[in-house]
């Protein structure tokens, strides 16, 4: 991908450049920045915020005004990638003017495209939000949303009709007018098999290496989740773990008195600090300076008064 490729019609065009498209999601305006500075080419704000930063045991939890909240963080630093907004569930199953709206409330928090889940019974709903001028993403395989439907978080495609399903679908998508699709826990024959059928990207997630681009969740990559990864998740990372240790050692220094030190606390100037305790000391005056430290560092108690506070 160019540098500059941050628009739907580039990653559209990026087909078959050889060059794999990178997304990763995020949800606020640090994991923007820092999908941003890595140089990947989308970021999707998912509704995978519903488990990873919201605790939810599903996506289904999450309103469009959720989505909006994190679309809107993750715009605001204004990230060089392509911004797509996740549909949740409910925003695009009702109606096709419920659709549209619900697509244009993401995109006016600020993402550039939207992605919503499933194949040919979406047509009609991609059609509407494309004729709204809203640039779309499928997405089919495991599709989160439908978790009840499928039974669970199961890989899909792996009979023989259900594989070409998932090619139908693929192509109904393509043909509706999807700038890329996204795969998730297919096969990857399956995979291989939809990449080479539609003329747009597809995106994998689980879905094997024959794809046009990878996708995986921020948390997921970092090491942040602390849940049981799926097998295709790759942990470059253990920040979790970093985290926690950090913690430690921060509450280990607050109870042990070695945090905050010296130079991380401001000072009064000592003749200000002298009248302050003065002013405050019930006794005479004069015992006010046994409490107050004159050092270079500044006019901040001693470690006695601090003790004795
Ligand atoms: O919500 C999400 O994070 C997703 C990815 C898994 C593709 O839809």
Known sequence: MPTNATTAPAVRASKGSGSP????????????????EAGVDIILVGDSVAMVVLGYE?????????????????????????????LPWMSYHVSV????????????AGAQAVKLEGGRKRVDMVKAIIDAEMPVMGHIGLTPQSIHALGGFKVQGKQAAAAAALVDDAVALAEAGCFAVVLEAVPDGVARAVTEAIPVPTIGIGAGPWCDGQVLVFHDLLGLEE????????????????????VEAFAADVRAGRFPADAESYHLKDEVAASL?????????????QAISVGSGGGGPTEGARRSR
């Open 227 to 246: 849940r049981k990864a799926p097998k295709f998740v790759r942990r470059y990372a253990s920040l979790g773990a970093d985290a926690s240790a950090a």
């Open 58 to 86: 599903d996506t289904l939890q999450v309103t469009v005004d959720d989505m909006a909240h994190h679309v809107a963080a993750v715009a605001r630093p204004k990230p060089r990638p392509l911004i797509v907004g996740d």
């Open 97 to 108: 003017e419920d659709t549209v709206r619900n697509a244009a409330t993401l995109v006016r």
């Open 21 to 36: 498209l990178v997304m990763v999601t995020a949800y606020d305006a640090p994991g923007a920045r820092i999908a941003d």
């Open 277 to 289: 305790w003065s002013a405050a000391q019930p006794g005479p005056a004069a015992d006010a300076p």
